[in-house]
């Protein structure tokens, strides 16, 4: 076999191997493995900073970075690295474009060859492609992750401003509060602690061991340690309990606390009590416990001081609209402007290497084919969420836009009638987007309908938007469905949401939302 043929099969080798990595780590470690394995070398690495990324040819812990940089990069054959057990080794290295500034180091004992040094080359630029492939689509199922979480907790949240706005008493407030939190934070014990006259407190509680905990009446606030900490410095604060220190929840749930984080409540500026997460575990709650805290602590600071005033609590409810809308912007930009970004100049740098590869290396060309496939449908499906989060179109268009494109995308055919032309208030526009979006999705989903007829039109300071369809009929907001979302999000904007749905007759959905700005609650 000549060099040629050679050094083509040792690279496609080397590609299958390094392709199946699934994180940067696991690539780097592949990379040098195969390295020395096809050249033979005494040693191979990849240095970065002053940092060992991976290597082989050392004891564990002991590849001396400082050597292996100053090893390269530098000519050919002028290098040496004096390894132990083996001698000095001439080197071969060649620098990745990622991570920036790093170095593949390969040395072997009787040299390397001009062939194998341009393998070496070759291998160098394959790890880089891999490992910033691997950063981008990390990147991007953290960017998922992030949506997912987001998205429980602004549901949690919406369930609670939905229990409060119902009028329902404090006790049944705080109840599900602590289950809400509990269970959003995978907690195993929560409590909300109300501060009284005289060193005492009441407890609502809730454990996930399932076991109902009952309220506590007056209770002396010294025995809590973690609620009198805070009475004391009126910040979020963290304890953990000794071996045999932690309380148990109640006699009827034996449920030792071994950790737990709490915060405030304060109400018209005075602290009324605490809002805690405790953990039966070794493992300490997570760095942003607190703050994730803290949302549930506003809503409940705002049930407590506005209890069956529903003025306030329309401005509570706008609030959390507001910023579950400013979340969705603020991760449609960083996903357009950071991952989508990134995996576009990753994908044309990946087509502009598969350019410039040999025609006789068809086999390498081809496996960059199917790497570039896979990035440009990771690429797709970041689009496409990334649409589905907050539609640029709505802001860059406006309404009618927006709505025909809802229409074109429905998988029911929708008769659109949009007679206005001035842009609306957003807080108008971006209610009525996802109204419409929510009513399209529901009538695929359960109304069997032929036809939608969507008709948005702006008469005396009022705009309205009425959907009709043919289907089974039957909509009920009661039964829990979508519908509740959106008459919160209705209500919150200030307007009205009516259904009309009778069984076997079809559904009508009319909403109407004032143009004029609304009061806020500063």
Not at 177 to 196: C, I, M, P, R, S
Request: glycine letters at 8%; hydrophobic letters at 45%.
């Amino acid at each position: 076999m000549d060099a040629s043929t050679w050094s083509t099969q040792q690279l496609a080798e080397f590609v299958a191997v390094v392709s199946t990595a699934r994180s940067e780590a696991e690539a780097a470690h592949l990379a040098v493995e195969r390295a020395a394995e096809a050249l033979d070398a005494d040693v191979a690495a990849i240095v970065c900073a002053g940092e060992l990324v991976a290597a082989v040819g050392y004891p564990e812990g002991s590849a001396p970075v400082g050597d292996l940089e100053a090893a390269g990069p530098g000519p050919e054959y002028a290098r040496q690295l004096d390894v132990p057990g083996v001698g000095k080794c001439d080197t071969a290295t060649a620098l990745l474009e990622h991570p920036p500034g790093a170095t593949m180091v390969v040395a072997r004992l009787d040299g390397l060859t001009r062939e194998e040094t341009g393998l070496v080359r070759g291998m160098a630029r394959v790890t880089a492609i891999t490992m910033r492939m691997l950063r981008v689509l990390d990147d991007e199922r953290t960017a998922r992750e992030e949506i997912e979480r987001l998205a429980a907790e602004q549901a949690a949240l919406r369930r609670v401003a939905t229990l409060v706005a119902t009028a329902a008493s404090p006790d049944d407030v705080f109840a599900a509060v602590a289950a809400e939190v509990g269970q959003l934070l995978g907690a195993d014990y929560t409590e909300l602690t109300h501060f009284l006259p005289s060193e005492t407190a009441t407890v609502a509680a809730w454990s996930a061991t399932g076991e109902p905990v009952p309220s506590m009446g007056p209770t002396a606030l010294g025995d809590r340690k973690l609620a009198a900490l805070i009475d004391q410095t009126h910040r979020p604060e963290r304890v953990q309990y000794g071996e045999d220190e932690g309380p148990p929840v109640t006699a009827a749930v034996p449920l030792r606390i071994r950790s737990a984080v709490g915060v405030p409540i304060i109400v018209h500026g005075h602290l009324w009590g605490v809002m805690a997460v405790g953990s039966a575990g070794d493992q300490f709650a997570p760095p942003d416990t607190e703050s994730r805290l803290a949302d549930f602590t506003e809503l409940v600071a705002t049930a407590i001081a506005n209890a069956g005033a529903q003025a306030e609590l329309k401005a509570s409810r706008s609030r959390i609209v507001a910023s579950a809308d400013e979340t969705r912007r603020r991760i449609e930009r960083d996903l357009h402007d950071g991952a989508q970004q990134r995996l576009v100049s990753l994908a044309l740098r990946l087509r502009a290497a598969q350019a410039a590869v040999p025609p006789e290396l068809d086999e390498l060309s081809a496996n960059l084919d199917s790497i570039t496939d896979e990035l440009t449908r990771a690429l797709e499906d970041l689009r496409e969420m990334a649409r589905g989060i907050h539609p640029t179109i709505l802001a860059e268009g406006g309404l009618g836009p927006a709505l025909k494109t809802l229409a074109r995308r429905s998988s029911i055919p929708v008769e659109l009638n949009v007679r206005m032309q001035e842009r609306l208030p957003e807080r108008v526009e971006v209610t009525a987007y996802y109204v419409l979006s929510e009513a399209l999705a529901n009538a695929a989903k359960h109304a069997s309908a032929a036809v939608i007829h969507v008709q948005v039109d702006t008469t005396d300071g009022v705009m309205r938007l009425a959907v009709s369809d043919d289907g089974a009929g039957g909509a009920d907001p009661a039964r829990g469905s979508g519908l509740v979302g959106l008459k919160d999000r209705v209500e919150a904007a200030g307007g009205e949401l009516t259904i009309h749905s009778p069984p076997g007759k079809g559904t009508r959905l009319v909403v109407e939302l004032p143009v004029a700005p609304q009061p806020t609650d500063g």
